[in-house]
């Protein structure tokens, strides 16, 4: 089951209904772009990150639990995972994969306890 892997950790500090809209995200290695949309639905919270340059000005979709903690004053969300392990997940298409039931499953798996990496930072 990949359930968790779409929730906030309660250590976070993300408050339901807070808009994350435009705030910087930080893998471990450094930054990867911006939050585009979010979702805070129960068993479904994930984050869009625009990545700009990064890879090609590609979004991608971050699931809840790979948030680390959000800092409202700086408007910067952490993320437990490098720019390769995010760079390395399945490929997002916002209008075919938000809300497809096939792709949350594999990347809940790719981002899950049971995947390559464990849950954790490599």
């Given at each position: ?21 435009g705030y ?73 994969h938000l ?24």
């Amino acid at each position: 089951m990949t359930e968790h892997v779409w929730s906030y950790k309660s250590t976070s500090g993300h408050l339901a209904g807070t808009d994350l809209t435009g705030y910087k995200v930080e893998a471990v290695d450094g930054d990867i772009g911006k939050v585009d949309k979010h979702s805070d639905e129960v068993g479904d919270a994930y984050l869009v990150v625009d990545t700009g340059v990064w890879i090609f000005g590609k979004e991608v979709l971050l699931p809840a639990s790979t948030v680390l903690r959000v800092d409202p004053e700086d408007k910067k969300v952490y993320v437990d995972r490098t720019k390769e392990q995010i760079k390395s997940a399945p490929e997002f298409h916002r209008n075919k994969h938000l809300g497809d039931a096939g792709y949350h499953e594999e990347l809940g798996t790719y981002y899950g306890s049971g995947a390559p990496f464990g849950g954790r930072p490599a």
